[in-house]
Nanobody
Framework: VQLVESGGGTVQPGGSLRLSCAASGFTFSTYIMSWYRQAPGKEREFVASISRPGDTTNHADSVKGRFAISRDNAKNTMYLQMNSLKPEDTAVYYC???????????WGQGTQVTVSS
């Protein structure tokens, strides 16, 4: 099982980034997918989640209206479009795959996002 995040980097406030999470080793379309983030000195926090078919999404209040989660089950990939980035969005972003009954819980290694002028 592998989850590999990519697309992180350094961007100025107000800029945009698109993160990707490429999955392999499990049946991607049967897992609920989520993004979490962890800033230095803080606990990991929920960012967004998406249902198995991709028709239902949930975003944390802190990113609502700025970030958008999506998935492509044909490509076994999840995305996070991040617009209007703020310095407080600086964190390591992780993707998570959760089976419907919660019996399997997989995490990626994370990708760094830094928002700074």
């Amino acid at each position: 099982v592998q989850l590999v995040e990519s697309g992180g980097g350094t961007v100025q406030p107000g800029g945009s980034l698109r993160l990707s999470c490429a999955a392999s080793g499990f049946t991607f379309s049967t897992y609920i997918m989520s993004w979490y983030r962890q800033a230095p000195g803080k606990e990991r926090e929920f960012v967004a989640s998406i249902s198995r078919p991709g028709d239902t999404t949930n975003h944390a209040d802190s990113v609502k209206g700025r970030f958008a989660i999506s998935r492509d089950n044909a490509k076994n990939t999840m995305y996070l479009q991040m617009n209007s980035l703020k310095p407080e969005d600086t964190a390591v972003y992780y993707c998570q795959a959760l089976s419907s009954r919660g019996s399997n819980d997989y995490w990626g290694q994370g990708t760094q996002v830094t928002v700074s002028s």
